[in-house]
């Protein structure tokens, strides 16, 4: 019989840099050893508490990590070079503002009965980290999900209703009951448990571990 195709489930929030590098460098690893794979996304917000208008984010990461301004700068360094490897661009600035998005996770909720959540966490990605656009604002999150093909006024309708509010807290309590507490947290067959972005050749060898236990 045909081997099932490898579940992965990946927990992760668009305003996250390691997210979008690990799922970048997992992709390569999906490539390079061909293996059968469907990927589900699933929301975890990093900033749960913050205020709409947001807050800047070098200043964010300073007050959350006690980072000193090197520190931030060396990583936003490091950052934008994995990501360049990986053929996505961080445009760093000094005015780029981490947002709470609550709103994001419930649209990608939408976009996941269209099919197309995927495509949409992607360019939410690309929106945030490489052309700065403001996720805390609901006519912004509806253009973006007009751009690659949804219908941008029923997007703005689900963010202004709250459409999927009860069912977006009800999937990130359950990967805290999970014991996820930071992101990416990717799960393998729904058994095996990968966090942080661990780079091309790592997820390889997991994928190749993987394949072996599978048979």
Not at 65 to 76: L, N
Not at 93 to 100: F, G, K, L, Q, Y
Not at 132 to 143: C, F, M
Request: charged content about 25%; some cysteine.
């Amino acid at each position: 019989m045909p081997t099932q195709p490898l579940r992965i489930d990946i927990v992760s929030d668009v305003v996250c840099p390691w997210c979008v590098i690990g799922y970048r460098q997992l992709a390569r690893a999906l490539e390079a050893t061909g293996m059968a794979h469907e990927i589900h996304w699933h929301p975890f917000e990093l900033n749960p508490d913050m205020a709409a208008e947001g807050q800047n984010m070098r200043e964010h990461i300073m007050e959350k990590y006690g980072s000193t301004p090197e520190q931030s700068e060396e990583s936003r360094i490091r950052m934008a070079d994995l990501g360049a490897e990986l053929g996505f661009e961080f445009r760093w600035s000094e005015d780029m503002r981490m947002h709470n998005t609550f709103d994001v996770h419930q649209l990608l909720h939408w976009a996941e009965s269209q099919g197309r959540m995927h495509d949409l966490k992607q360019a939410l990605f690309a929106a945030h980290f490489t052309h700065r656009r403001n996720l805390s604002d609901q006519t912004v999150l509806a253009e973006i999900a007009g751009e690659i093909g949804l219908d941008r006024t029923e997007a703005l309708a689900v963010l202004d209703e709250q459409r999927f509010a009860a069912e977006v807290r009800a999937a990130e309590t359950h990967w805290l009951r999970q014991g996820i507490r930071g992101v990416p947290a990717m799960i393998f067959d729904k058994r095996h448990l990968v966090t942080g972005a661990q780079g091309v050749e790592n997820y390889t060898r997991i994928l190749e571990q993987l394949a072996e236990m599978r048979g």
